[in-house]
Structures are given as structure tokens and as C-alpha cells.
Nanobody, 131 residues
Framework: QVQLVESGGGSVQAGGSLRLSCAVSGFTYSYNYCLGWFRQAPGKEREGVATIYTSSGGTWYAGSVKGRFTISQDNAKNTVYLQMNSLKPEDTAMYSC???????????????????????WGQGTQVTVSS
């Protein structure tokens, strides 16, 4: 049974930092395995924030977080992280991690930031940024 469990959310003032963690278990790793972070604010659609392609270590980011957020993985711990710096009030959302697969061509086409790429999802962790 695949499980993804997020942690690390909380409340922070604008300009602050948080690091989210997602522990992955029960997933059969494959060459085209990808892990992603998504967020959804109240009344808004879910947005792909960052993804990492585990075979190559390649990463992709949404334009709104590029330069501020960093996705990384610890294969030994089966954990993916999202380091969030220079947080803004508009970053307030429920953040979820997800696991899936995509081909190299799909990765280059931006599939990593589309939620349809992912079959497995965590419950989410709330991030609130105050001004």
C-alpha cells in the first residue's frame, strides 16, 4: 500500500522559511519515478509547485516559486523535501506531495507540474504566511 505522509507545515511571517517533508512508503520505484509538491488555496485550483525526476535528479518549478523554493530527495530515507524561503502571503495553501511516473519526453513537456501525472497523494500540510 502506497503511503505519502507530509510534515513541516505551520505559520510563518512573510520573508520566513519552512521545510516540508514527505515520507514515501510502499511505492515501487521505477526508472521514470517522479515526486511532486502541489498546493491549493481556498477557492483556487490545485497548482503544481515543484517536481523531481528521481532517475536524473532533474527538477522543475512553477514560475511563482522559482528561485525561492527547492525540491530535493533523500533516497536512503525515501523522503522528498520542499525548502521554502522568502515566503509570501500568497504562498498560503495546503501543500501536498504526490508520487507518479512520467517518461522523459513527458517530463520535458511539463508533465511534472500537472496533477494528472500522479497516482498517489498525501493528505497535505497547511502553510500559512502572514504579512
Amino acid at each position: 500500500q502506497v503511503q505519502l505522509v507530509e510534515s513541516g507545515g505551520g505559520s510563518v511571517q512573510a520573508g520566513g522559511s519552512l521545510r516540508l517533508s514527505c515520507a514515501v512508503s510502499g511505492f515501487t520505484y521505477s526508472y521514470n519515478y517522479c515526486l511532486g509538491w502541489f498546493r491549493q488555496a481556498p477557492g483556487k485550483e490545485r497548482e503544481g509547485v515543484a517536481t523531481i525526476y528521481t532517475s536524473s535528479g532533474g527538477t522543475w518549478y512553477a514560475g511563482s516559486v522559482k528561485g525561492r523554493f527547492t525540491i530535493s530527495q533523500d533516497n536512503a530515507k525515501n523522503t522528498v523535501y520542499l525548502q521554502m524561503n522568502s515566503l509570501k502571503p500568497e504562498d498560503t495553501a495546503m501543500y501536498s506531495c504526490a508520487a507518479g511516473t512520467m517518461s522523459p519526453a513527458q517530463a520535458l513537456g511539463g508533465a511534472g507540474l500537472r496533477d494528472s501525472t500522479y497516482a498517489y497523494w498525501g493528505q497535505g500540510t497547511q502553510v500559512t504566511v502572514s504579512s
